[in-house]
């Protein structure tokens, strides 16, 4: 009886250890699993829950240890990687992960020699000695003390109180489009806006419709316009507010409401709403009202560059095409996610091909199927096409499959002329260190049309020049010439500046990541960074098309009759030299080195509050837009003329007479070796006498507006 009862007892404690040895899988695989949420932006969160719960309900010493120490670093690379801009988060994050997987593995091996040689600290052994020896209070206020820290740490700057309940409305965004023709009905979009440009869906303002109207001759005020405007309104919403308002869809407003009007009258017009709650009144972007023939070109307004959660954006396809057409009110938009990451998910292609045609409807809203070259040694490109098809195979992945610009070139030519179709590939935030770019590889088949400015930032200069007002991200450590947009048309390459997004957060055409609302409990949901590391707000495009279709958008791109803005805003901007335009060449043959150069510059501003970097749209109590502005010439690079300007509407001549001497980058190179180079990221030998404008000047346009919002169109060549 003796023998079966200790036989029993045996059994017990060989099952216990078993079953403790079994319970070891699945608790480091969760401890695994919260080392991968360090990765995760918000939902790092996961991580550090973990971690706490380890230390509070495990009993093994060893684990609470374990537990802990996740939670600690969780919270600290929160905070490092809040505070420290210097460098994309998502790259600290890596170094920092890897770095504290292989140290904290260390201390470890480290412990556990010490244990097997039964080496003791004295100093440690003391210390633990004098800990237990404690009272029981002060035992529980260092063990609270050591579960509050990381959670103190992540909760500082990953809640934003104001973000989650403050969603009352601080202004109005009025929307129309740019040009119509006398008696034709248009929308008139209103949008109430909260303190991080979402949408209010607690709004329940009077509104008021009225009209202040330009002659096109001298740009008076016309005083009697005719006009069919709607009647007054009043919003309804919810109680409580919420961040994605116009996902709710109970038939109430909920901050956004689509108005239809007319206007019998020719000129610029801008609407005006005046409304109840701020007691402001707000200004739309500028209306051209004219009798324009069938065969006149028009402007419409859009993003050629978004992300989403297909690669490191936020939100699903679908959602990303019904913010841009319903909610950002865009003409024409592409989804471009980054192939490397879509590589590792090849469907993901499918969907965005498929959610790409199913929301294209001709003559209402365009979309262009495009996808991101993203190649950190040379620079990236967003390659946009003309047809219904989306480049998927090869994938354009720069790591396994399409390594070099040259085997980009190499794609696209195969892409085109199998499909029958057309492609551009856009360079954009070319003086970032990460991914500096290298004009020396490009292929004016192909790149025709350059990013200025977006959420990084903007790129018309070096990030240090003088003539760069706001900086963009990630500079190199020192001046470098060679990567800039006004580096690139000094030697030679004849692109046209456009402005997108590049938004991450999921709001296309209107990125928020410039507000508070980037932070990680803002939906969409995301489990990357990217929306912690863009500070500027994203911009448009405007398009000169023939008509609102794939063929039409994609034309004037390619034919680079554009200009751009800085922001939400959508003003009207034309530049010319004697009646040359943007677009088509953009070049003007002048009658001898000092020929008569007309510079005129036509300008209506958008009157709409503006978004800077850090900074979200805002009014004051009996707020006016401010017109105040400087209309910049930039002639090879460098400030030739400003124009103060004070009105809403400007024209205005400037004459050139000035030789015509063209401009050069040769000095600029830097040698290595026997080679040259344009700058020294740059691995590509080039022939210095080759980067000059071949005798040509250049001229561009750069508005500055004192409020913050800059609009840009050029360049123009012209030789003699």
């Known amino acids: 009886m003796k023998k079966t009862k200790n036989q029993d007892n045996n059994k017990e404690l060989s099952s216990n250890r078993e079953w403790s040895r079994l319970r070891r899988i699945p608790r480091l695989f969760i401890y695994g699993f919260g080392i991968v949420t360090l990765f995760w932006y918000f939902w790092c969160v996961i991580g550090l829950v973990i971690g706490v719960m380890y230390y509070i309900f495990l009993k093994d010493n060893a684990w609470k240890r374990n537990g802990i120490v996740l939670a600690i670093a969780i919270g600290f690379v929160t905070v490092f990687v809040y505070f420290y801009k210097e460098i994309a988060p998502l790259q600290i994050v890596i170094w920092y992960s890897v770095i504290f997987i292989i140290s904290y593995s260390v201390f470890l091996l480290i412990l556990e020699v010490l244990k097997r040689k039964k080496i003791t600290i004295k100093k440690v052994v003391q210390w633990y000695q004098r800990y237990v020896k404690l009272s029981k209070r002060k035992h529980r206020a260092i063990e609270l003390f050591i579960i509050f820290l990381p959670i103190n740490l992540w909760t500082s700057v990953s809640i934003d109180l104001g973000v989650m309940f403050d969603n009352n409305p601080r202004l109005l965004w009025v929307n129309v489009p740019t040009m119509v023709k006398p008696n034709e009905v248009f929308d008139i979009t209103v949008e109430a806006w909260d303190p991080f440009e979402r949408l209010s869906a607690v709004y329940k303002g009077n509104i008021e419709f009225s009209l202040e109207s330009y002659n096109f001759t001298n740009y008076e005020i016309i005083v009697n316009t005719e006009a069919n405007l709607p009647e007054p309104y009043k919003f309804s919403g919810q109680i409580f507010g919420s961040d994605i308002a116009y996902e709710i869809r109970d038939g109430k407003d909920n901050g956004r409401h689509v108005f ?11 609407i005006l709403v005046y409304d109840s709650i701020t007691r402001n009144t707000y200004y739309s972007n500028p209306i051209i009202v004219n009798n324009y023939s069938s065969s006149d070109p028009f402007i419409v307004w859009g993003d050629p560059h978004t992300h989403s959660q297909l690669s490191d954006g936020t939100g699903t396809a679908d959602h990303s095409f019904y913010y841009a057409k319903h909610i950002a009110c865009l003409d024409f938009y592409a989804l471009t996610d980054h192939a490397e990451i879509m590589l590792f998910t090849p469907w993901s292609l ?64 195969d892409f085109t002329s199998t499909h029958g179709v057309r492609a551009l590939a856009l360079p954009h935030h070319s003086t970032k260190e990460a991914y500096i770019q290298d004009w020396t590889y490009n292929n004016p088949k192909y790149v025709k049309i350059v990013e200025v400015s977006s959420v990084h930032g903007e790129f018309l200069f070096e990030q240090r020049h003088p003539l760069n007002y706001i900086g963009a991200l990630d500079k190199p450590p020192t001046y470098t010439n060679g990567s800039s947009v006004v580096d690139a048309f000094t030697m030679g390459y004849r692109m046209t500046m456009y402005v997108d997004s590049d938004e991450h957060d999921g709001h296309p055409g209107h990125s928020l990541s410039h507000t508070r609302a980037y932070i990680g409990h803002q939906r969409p949901f995301s489990l990357w960074h990217t929306r912690n590391e863009h500070p500027y707000p994203g911009g448009l495009t405007a398009v000169y098309v023939n008509n609102l279709t794939r063929e039409g958008v994609f034309s004037g791109l390619e034919n680079q009759r554009i200009y751009a803005n800085s922001d ?153």
């Not at 239809?260 to 801008?270: L, V, W």
């Not at 490109?381 to 994938?395: A, H, R």
């Open 260 to 270: 239809h009007s007319s206007i019998t009258t020719p000129g610029f017009h801008y």
């Open 568 to 720: 939400h805003g959508r003003p009207i901007l034309t530049f010319q030299i004697n009646k040359t335009r943007v677009g088509d060449g953009s070049t003007f043959v002048a009658n001898g080195s000092t020929g008569h150069r007309e510079i005129n510059i036509f300008l209506a501003q958008d009157g709409a509050p503006v978004a800077q970097k850090s900074k979200a749209a805002s009014v004051t109590s009996n707020w006016i837009p401010n017109w105040n502005a400087n209309i910049e010439i930039i002639k090879n690079g460098k400030l030739w003329h400003t124009e103060k300007i004070s009105s809403p509407i400007v024209n205005i001549t400037i004459i050139d007479t000035e030789p015509i001497t063209g401009i050069s980058y040769e000095n600029s190179c830097i040698k290595r070796g026997n080679n040259y180079y344009i700058n020294q990221y740059s691995d590509n030998p080039i022939d210095p006498s080759t980067l000059n404008t071949n005798g040509y000047d250049f001229y561009l346009i750069r508005v500055v507006g004192e409020n913050g919002r800059m609009s840009y169109a050029g360049p123009i060549w012209v030789e003699y």
């Open 350 to 413: 499918n969907i965005l091909e498929d959610c790409t045609n199913n929301w294209y409807e001709p003559n209402n809203f365009v979309t262009l199927h495009g996808i991101e070259w993203t190649c950190v040694r040379t620079g990236h490109y967003v390659c946009i096409f003309s047809g219904n098809t989306l480049l998927k195979s090869p994938i354009l992945d720069s790591y396994f499959t399409v390594k070099s610009p040259q085997a980009l070139w190499n794609v696209l030519d």
